[in-house]
């Protein structure tokens, strides 16, 4: 069951709307991560916090800005949505000692039209 | 540049075989290692992992080896089912480094299991 949720699921929408992808967890965990993932290719980290009013750029440069004002909510927003953000987008967190990793969200499919 | 290579795109085993997935990575300060399973339309979901003081570590059906010498792990499922069909991500991460356990992934792995 997860414990990390992502809203949408699926979203289309077209070039300059500004969007903002949710992504909440239950679990209290301090560390959040945003990763972009495109069909065959590694995810890849855009942002990444690791509390409350803690917000860090990730190794792959994006567009889309995050804030974390509440442990269990992370959202990431396009200003402005352009055909390259066109991917799917995982939010994940990681619970304290690390073993076992993340745990990730079902993901937004983006589609930018 | 990739610091975790997952240089076979997809496998195909028979059901009741062995899969074995490889993963190769490039960052000496990795010290910790981990396999995702993805579905698609879904998040990946934490497999098994190792440390880099180990050698091996199995759960089940699933066992990860690791040579740290070659920079190169793998994933043995033993026996393959269907349901394993799915594509497997190998990740990377430098716990105790300055990148604080951000994990690096590889490009993963397409497996399919035939009954």
């Known amino acids: 069951e997860a414990d990390i949720y992502q809203t949408p699921r699926y979203l289309v929408i077209g070039t300059g709307k500004k969007i903002t992808l949710e992504c909440s967890q239950t679990?209290?965990?301090?560390?959040m991560y945003w990763y972009q993932q495109d069909p065959g290719m590694e995810l890849h980290l855009i942002h990444y916090s690791y509390g409350v009013n803690s917000t860090e750029k990730g190794d792959l440069s994006s567009e889309s800005t995050v804030s974390r004002i509440r442990t269990e909510h992370f959202p990431l927003t396009l200003e402005s949505a352009r055909p390259s953000h066109t991917s799917q987008y995982l939010c994940?967190?990681?619970?304290?000692?690390?073993?076992?990793?993340?745990?990730f969200g079902s993901g937004t499919r983006l589609t930018v039209v | 540049d990739q610091q975790v290579k997952q240089n076979s795109p997809s496998l195909s085993v028979q059901e009741g075989r062995i899969s074995i997935l490889n993963c190769d990575y490039t960052?000496?300060?990795?010290?910790?290692f981990l396999w995702y399973k993805k579905y698609p339309a879904e998040g990946p979901t934490f497999l098994i992992s190792i440390s880099s003081i180990k050698d091996k570590n199995e759960d089940g059906r699933f066992t990860v080896f690791l040579n740290k010498s070659a920079k190169h792990l793998s994933l043995h499922i033993v026996p393959s089912q269907p349901g394993d069909s799915a594509v497997y991500f190998c990740a990377a991460c430098a716990l105790y480094g300055g990148s604080q356990g951000n994990l690096i992934f590889g490009k993963g792995t397409k497996l399919s299991v035939k009954p």
């Open positions: 679990m209290g965990h301090d560390k």
């Open positions: 994940a967190s990681r619970k304290p000692g690390f073993m076992g990793g993340y745990t």
């Open positions: 960052n000496s300060m990795f010290d910790y």
